[in-house]
């Protein structure tokens, strides 16, 4: 059995280790779990001289916080790690792949391109018992070990990527001063949800903020809305088969889904500018009338990115903030959450990929970004003290409590549909087309794509 060394060993044994590129100095912020760092290096020995490359999306600041965890690794094992980040990955690692020459290790965000990869043969398979790992260490059950499990080239399915960084969408923006001042509580479940917009509208205020906007992609933020509600109103299961037309896109589940959305965004009391101006709003304005005076609206169902589009020196958990998205109570469906993420895949048989795939499953390899910004993670383990401020904090815990995590629907169907005739046909649909007739046009994309 490898001897695991005591964190005081650990300290004095990196003592006199080049530290310059670390964020944090070795056991410096009390916050971090510098043991697991330990307990990973004497798991880890025999990879000094190694290298590993690996490939992703990530540029400029993006670029900057995945590689401040890099030195970490380095100093544990001794090996080598060369990043590069392309802002046209999903073309180049495909090309790479094709040519015989992928890097070590790539960063997937979107799983689709994954599982086509690992259908042709281009991905390894992660180590045994990585599947087991994620359902016991990652908050939401079963949901981010079947993220990442694909069919390899014999059909078999199997665990062949790590997910590493979460994004969340399931949330509703609003102002608290604005809440406060009408005496409106923060809603706790769907129906208080929807009781709150119709006691809203009954006071003669705007509930809803809604813009579909978004010039060539306009109407993806309808398409959210529906998978937010889809994962509401129906099992993990459906939904997985959604995604994937196995629960075929004008059944009943689905058209249900798409009629609810309809409840909150074809109600001209209910949306600001009225139900005509939802798809001429483009998403990026549409929040500005949560802040006007009187406000415009007063919530705003959007992803965690959406502060960027706030006026400036908006003080996020002061001036607005934000609340889950919530479940039905009569749904005994538990907390789902929707939102996207990154997964980390092997192209190449190498024990320093096998290696940083252990380090990200550490505590520390999360803390470390988690004190920095842009990140949140599902990890149980890890100290939420060490994320940088309450914002993401509380995303953070939204993960952390979510009983299903269902990944960005429309990214894991065919580009054809997800990016294509599922937005186009969601404006049709607030345009005053049936959700039926919307769902069976979809469908019958679908099926000239088979």
Partial sequence: MKRLLTLTTFLAATAGTAQADMVFPIGGDSRLNWQSLADFKAAHPGLEGQSLTILGPWLGADKDLFTSLIPYFEDATGARVNYSGSDTFEQQIVIDSEAGSPPDMAVFPQPGLAADLARKGYLKPMPDG?????????????????LVTYAGADGTPAVYAFPFKADVKSLVWYVPENFADAGYDVPETMEDLKALTEQMAADGETPWCIGLGSGGATGWPATDWVEDLMLRLNSPADYRDWTTNKLAFNDPKVVAAIEEFGWFARNDAFV????????????????????????????????????????DETEIGTDA???????????????????????????????????????????????????????????????????????????????????????DGSDLMPGAIGAGQFWTGMVDFVGGQSAQAVADAVQAKWDTLK
Wanted: glycine fraction near 10%.
């Fill in 130 to 146: 990585t599947g087991d790992w994620l359902r016991q260490n990652y908050a939401a059950g079963d949901s981010w070990a079947d």
């Fill in 272 to 311: 600001a500018g009225g139900a005509g101006a939802v798809s001429s709003t483009d998403f990026r304005d549409s929040p500005k009338g949560l802040f006007t005076s009187p406000p415009q609206c007063w919530m705003h169902r959007q992803a965690s990115f959406i502060p960027s589009f706030f006026p």
């Fill in 321 to 407: 903030d934000f609340f889950y998205f919530p479940a039905y109570a009569d749904k005994d469906l538990g907390k789902p959450v929707l939102g996207g993420g990154t997964s980390f895949a092997m192209m190449r048989d190498n024990p320093v990929g096998a290696a940083f795939i252990a380090f990200l499953q550490t505590p520390l390899a999360h803390e470390i970004w988690m004190a920095q910004s842009g990140f949140v993670t599902p990890l149980k383990s890890v100290n939420p003290d060490a994320y940088a401020n309450d914002t993401q904090r509380k995303m953070g815990d939204i993960l952390l409590q979510a009983t299903t995590f269902g990944f």
